[in-house]
């Protein structure tokens, strides 16, 4: 099973600043890696996939970056609307799918 | 639109059983894949089941498997869930959720509300 880590498990941020979040696979998983974003009470949403490529409707400032074990969401400029929990998915060796603990965005 | 809807959460005893249903509308149900995910209070997202198009092929965690199985009806445009010998650590929100990718890539695309599963006597 590939074991998902992410860091920091929580990061203040002010808006109009970056935010730069990271995820590592205890292996490699090529490119086949998704980035979700999720507010309290709500589903989680589908921001990143294939590593790099925006979903449909995700604003510019949202980039995925990396491949084998290493990968970094960017967001920046921060709006208000971001802060969030935003969770690394790795779909590469399968099954299990799984799923990282979780980056928790909020306000400095 | 697109659009998942799931029902049939409820507050059951350990040792219990439930069937979740997820009805799809606004895509081609019959041709894409499905995720259960669920998400016990205060945790992060936990693959429960895959199932493939058009149900040739069914996958399930390591800690469901006997319990839960998934399945679907494409005629219906609704996935299920069946799950048995339920436990206090099974309590969470149960998420439907469409893969994304056409035949290459198996993100998650859409994600329905949730339906609420407690466990507890």
């Known amino acids: 099973e590939i074991i998902m880590t992410q860091s920091p498990a929580t990061l203040s941020v002010s808006p109009g600043e970056r935010a730069t979040l990271s995820c590592r696979a205890s292996?490699?998983?090529?490119?086949?890696l998704a980035w979700y974003q999720q507010k309290p009470g709500q589903a989680p949403r589908l921001i990143i996939y294939?590593?790099?490529t925006r979903a449909t409707g995700v604003p510019g400032r949202f980039s995925g970056s990396g491949s084998g074990t290493e990968f970094t969401l960017t967001i920046g400029p921060l709006q208000s609307e971001d802060f969030a929990v935003y969770y690394c998915?790795?779909?590469?060796?399968?099954?299990?799918?799984?799923f990282g603990p979780g980056t928790k965005v909020d306000t400095k | 639109q697109v659009q998942l809807v799931e029902s049939g959460g409820a507050v059951v005893q350990p040792g219990g059983s439930l069937r979740l249903s997820c009805g799809a509308s606004?895509?081609?149900?019959?041709?894409?894949?499905m995720f259960w995910v669920r998400q016990a209070p205060g945790k992060g997202l936990e693959w429960v089941a895959f199932?493939?198009?058009?149900?040739?092929?069914?996958y399930s965690a390591g800690s469901v498997k006997g319990r839960f199985t998934v399945s679907r009806d494409n005629s219906k445009n609704t996935l299920y869930l069946q799950m048995h010998s339920l436990r206090v650590e099974d309590t969470a929100v149960y998420y439907c959720?469409?893969?994304?990718?056409?035949?290459?890539?198996?993100?998650?695309?859409?994600w329905g509300k949730g339906t609420t599963v407690t466990v507890s006597s």
């Open positions: 959720a469409k893969r994304g990718g056409g035949l290459v890539h198996y993100y998650i695309d859409v």
């Open positions: 606004g895509f081609s149900f019959p041709n894409s894949g």
């Open positions: 199932i493939r198009f058009d149900g040739s092929n069914k």
């Open positions: 292996q490699s998983v090529r490119s086949n």
């Open positions: 294939a590593a790099t």
């Open positions: 998915q790795q779909y590469n060796d399968w099954p299990p799918f799984t």
